[in-house]
Structure formats: C-alpha cells, structure tokens
C-alpha cells in the first residue's frame, strides 16, 4: 500500500476515524474532535456498487471508495473514548464486507507544525462483489441516477459530498460532472451521458 504507516499507537492514543464519504457529514457516533484531515497516498474514486445504502442487489447504486495514489482530504473524527469502540463495532457493520479498516496516517489540518495521527480508515475490498475498480462516467453516472437504498439515494449522496468538500474548499470536478451527467438522466436526458 502507498503512504506512510503510522507508528505503533500507545495503547491509550485517542481514536481517529477519517471519513472521506458519507462518514463526513453523518459519521453516526458520539465524538469530542472534528478536524479537516488529509490521508495521503489515497485517492476517493467511483469503485463501489452499492447493494444496501444506495441501491440494491437488483439495481445497484454507488458510493465512493478509495483507489490507491494521491491524496483525499476528509475529516478526521476523535470518538468520546468511553464509546470508541461501540462506535468501531457501528461503522464495521454499517461499511459491512466491502471494506477492510485499516490504520493509516492522517495529517490533520490547522496545526503548525502540521500533526499526524493514526486513523482507521475504511478501504474499499477489491475481492468482494460490490467493487467495481473503474467504469466510464455514463455507467458511473446510471448508477447514481437510479440508485435507491435503505440510505437514500445514490444522487442525493453525491449531491451531499459535493456539498461536504466545498465547505473543506475542495474540488473534484469528475465528481461534478458526474452529477449533472445524473441530473439529466433523471430528467430524461439519456443522450447527454455519452462517455
């Protein structure tokens, strides 16, 4: 794997969690710290199908993953640590198999020097169904223009990240363009999605 490994945690070293998807705006768990973080060697890209937040197993919807190169700029969460392991158990449910947690460095923003902590991190299982590795952005753009789950929809997760990087001053023009490919395939326009 790229990027630094972070050195062995001392047993009470706080908890971090490094949300770069929907763990940004509903991370789901009680926590004292809230910091914008970079995990470098790490890019978020369109790999995952989703079969239960976003979609189903009949018609699939998406979610991002991280592909390995570059850099994602996220948040890092510190749980209250008399509930961080309740709160590990709840995100590996809620990520379920098609993620391995791992624990990788993270630079939080906003100190000087910069600060690096150890982070769980889920990273997408690329032995598993639901990822997909890279697909053009008319399929990318299908998927979340029909996606549906027990979450909400696929379009409204990706209108929901958008919205989460601007706030971090963050842009990601794939991910734009695959929206407003969305938008139109949900308005009826079928053939503006061409590749």
């Not at 079969?51 to 390995?68: A, M, N």
């Not at 690096?116 to 008319?138: E, I, K, L």
């Amino acid at each position: 794997m790229n990027g630094p490994l972070p050195p062995p945690a001392p047993a009470d070293a706080p908890v971090w969690v490094f949300g770069y998807g929907s763990l940004m705006w509903n991370p789901g768990f009680a926590w004292l710290e809230r910091r914008a973080a970079v995990l470098t060697g790490w890019q978020r890209a369109f790999c995952r199908y989703s079969f239960r937040h976003r979609g189903t197993p009949q018609s699939p919807g998406l979610v991002i993953g991280l592909r390995e190169g570059g850099e994602c700029k996220g948040i890092a969460f510190r749980p209250d640590p008399a509930q961080a392991t309740r709160a590990l158990e709840y995100l590996d449910a809620r990520e379920g198999d098609g993620y391995h947690r791992l624990r990788l460095a993270v630079t939080l923003d906003g100190g000087s020097p910069p600060r690096t902590v150890p982070a769980w991190v889920y990273v997408p299982n690329t032995g598993h169904p639901s990822y997909f590795g890279r697909q053009d952005p008319g399929h990318v753009a299908r998927l979340v223009a029909r996606g549906a789950g027990e979450s909400g929809t696929a379009y409204d997760y990706l209108a929901a990240l958008i919205g989460e990087l601007e706030r971090l001053g963050v842009e990601e023009p794939e991910l734009g363009d695959v929206l407003r490919r969305a938008a139109l395939l949900r308005n009826g326009g079928a053939g503006e999605t061409r590749g």
